[in-house]
C-alpha cells in the first residue's frame, strides 16, 4: 500500500496518477453481485486466489422491500468476512435504473458488508460489460424480464425505457409464462398440452390467479410457466409462442436500433440461452449478425473486472 507521504511527493513531481491510491486501496477484493429477479450471483475476487462463487435468490428492489433484501444478503448469503474481507462491491441488477432504488441498495449492501466502497449498476451494463467488454455491440437480455441497448464500449448510449412485466418485458420469462397461462385458461391448448400444463401446475386456475395477485414476486411466477415450453419442444402450439413472443422482442426494441444492422447483436438470459435457436432464426429472418449467447453474465464479468484490477 502505498503511505500519504509518498503519494504527496509524488503529486509535487507531478507524476501522480490520480486515484493511485483509492484504486491500490479498494481493488485488492471485488465482491462482484450480478442480480435478476429469479437469481443472484455473487463472485468474490482478490489477487493471487481463486474466485469464490455463490448464489441466492433474485433481488429487485421495485418488487421487494428493505427487509426481504437484508435477510437475502444476511441469511441466504451469510458472508463469512473474516474468511473473504470484501474491500469493493461491484453490483449489477434488476430494477436498479431509479436513482432512489440505487440509493437503497447502496445503503444496504453498506451495512451489511461494512464496505464504504459500493458501486451500483444496471443489468443492462452487466450483460454489455459481459459480453462486449470494452468493444461495441447492441446488447439483449432475455431473462425473467428483458431489456435492449446500443452499448458504445465505454457506456450505455440508447436504451429505451422498461415498463416492465405488466406493460412491457417483450419475450422474457413472464412474457411467455402469461401467453402459456392464456393459453391453458382460454381453452386454446389442444389435449396434449392442457394435460402438460395440469400435469405441471394442476388445475385450479382460481388458486392459480390468487397466487399471481396475492403473492409476492408475482413476475418469477408468471416465468415459472416457461417449464411447460422447454419440455415440449418440437409442438406447433410451442413454437408458435415462442417465435410470437420472442418477435416481439425484436420488433418493439431490437429494430428500434440502427446500429442492430452495423453491429453483433448480444444476448444473456435463461430465455435467450434456452431458445437460442429461435434468436438465430429471427437474426436470420432480419439479416442481423448474432454474437454470443449467454445464461448467466457472470463468467464474462469476472474476466472483465480481472482486467480492469
Not at 399471481?212 to 406447433?236: C, D, T
Request: proline share 3%; hydrophobic share 35%; with cysteine.
Amino acid at each position: 500500500m502505498i503511505k500519504e507521504k509518498t503519494l504527496a511527493y509524488i503529486r509535487k513531481l507531478k507524476l501522480y496518477v490520480p486515484n493511485l491510491y483509492y484504486k491500490s486501496h479498494c481493488m485488492s477484493s471485488v465482491l462482484l453481485v450480478e442480480s435478476g429477479s429469479t437469481k443472484t450471483d455473487w463472485c468474490f475476487l482478490a489477487k493471487g486466489k481463486k474466485p469464490v462463487n455463490a448464489k441466492t435468490s433474485g433481488i429487485n428492489p421495485w418488487l421487494q422491500s428493505d427487509d426481504t433484501i437484508a435477510s437475502i444478503i444476511l441469511k441466504e448469503l451469510g458472508w463469512n468476512s473474516k474468511k473473504y474481507p470484501v474491500s469493493r462491491i461491484v453490483y449489477y441488477g434488476a430494477g436498479t435504473g431509479n436513482p432512489t432504488n440505487q440509493t437503497r441498495l447502496t445503503k444496504l449492501l453498506k451495512k451489511a458488508f461494512g464496505v464504504k466502497d459500493v458501486a451500483v449498476y444496471t443489468d443492462m451494463m452487466a450483460a454489455a460489460h459481459s459480453l462486449c467488454g470494452d468493444g461495441k455491440g447492441v446488447v439483449a437480455i432475455l431473462g425473467t424480464g428483458s431489456n435492449c441497448c446500443y452499448y458504445n464500449g465505454k457506456t450505455i448510449k440508447q436504451q429505451l425505457p422498461s415498463l416492465g412485466y405488466i406493460a412491457g418485458d417483450e419475450g422474457g420469462g413472464n412474457y411467455l409464462g402469461k401467453r402459456v397461462l392464456q393459453y391453458y385458461a382460454y381453452g386454446t391448448f389442444d389435449a396434449e398440452l392442457k394435460a402438460a400444463f395440469e400435469q405441471l401446475y394442476g388445475n385450479d386456475i382460481g388458486k392459480i390467479i390468487n397466487t399471481l395477485y396475492k403473492e409476492p414476486i408475482p413476475n418469477r411466477y408468471l416465468a415459472s410457466f416457461v417449464k411447460l415450453l422447454m419440455q415440449n419442444r418440437g409442438h406447433y402450439m410451442v413454437e408458435n409462442i415462442l417465435e410470437d413472443c420472442i418477435n416481439d422482442f425484436f420488433h418493439h426494441h431490437i429494430l428500434k436500433y440502427r446500429e442492430s444492422w452495423k453491429l453483433p447483436l448480444y444476448f444473456s438470459g435463461s430465455v435467450a440461452y434456452e431458445f437460442s435457436d429461435i434468436i438465430r432464426s429471427l437474426c436470420q429472418q432480419y439479416e442481423l449478425e448474432i454474437g454470443n449467447i449467454i445464461k448467466s453474465p457472470m463468467e464474462g464479468l469476472i474476466a472483465y473486472h480481472k482486467k480492469h484490477l
